[in-house]
């Protein structure tokens, strides 16, 4: 069966980076957009970033627009969030789901998340 993985949470300062993995198995990455979310506690999940399944289109939210980047490596099969400035209000259980379509208008598969911990 179709699945996505996500890695690479943890705690880090403010100002810290980390990078966040999607494993993708059972699907080609060319066959699907990957977009990133993002749930913090007592919040509605928000929408991070995405990547077009030709690689070649990213979208950002403006609240990590120029600090948060999407990258792909078909090779691996994973799509990879890095993450630079980061901030408390970054803190949230991360997702990447498969969508269909660019701009995304259904997404067809979702992983389970990974906690990112900002503290100041």
């Known amino acids: 069966q179709v699945q996505l993985v996500e890695s690479g949470g943890g705690s880090v300062q403010t100002g810290g980076s980390l990078r966040l993995s999607c494993a993708v198995y059972?699907?080609?990455?060319?066959?699907?957009?990957i977009a990133w979310f993002r749930q913090a506690p007592g919040k509605e999940r928000e929408f991070v970033g995405a990547?077009?399944?030709?690689?070649?289109?990213?979208d950002y939210s403006d609240s990590v627009k120029g600090r948060f980047t999407i990258l792909r490596d078909d090779a691996e099969n994973t799509i990879y969030l890095q993450m630079k400035n980061l901030e408390p209000e970054d803190t949230a259980i991360y997702s990447c789901?498969?969508?269909?379509?660019?701009?995304?208008?259904?997404?067809?598969?979702w992983g389970r998340g990974t906690q990112v911990t900002v503290s100041t």
């Open positions: 789901a498969a969508g269909v379509n660019w701009p995304i208008n259904r997404y067809d598969y």
């Open positions: 059972r699907i080609q990455l060319g066959w699907f957009a």
């Open positions: 990547i077009s399944n030709s690689g070649h289109d990213t």
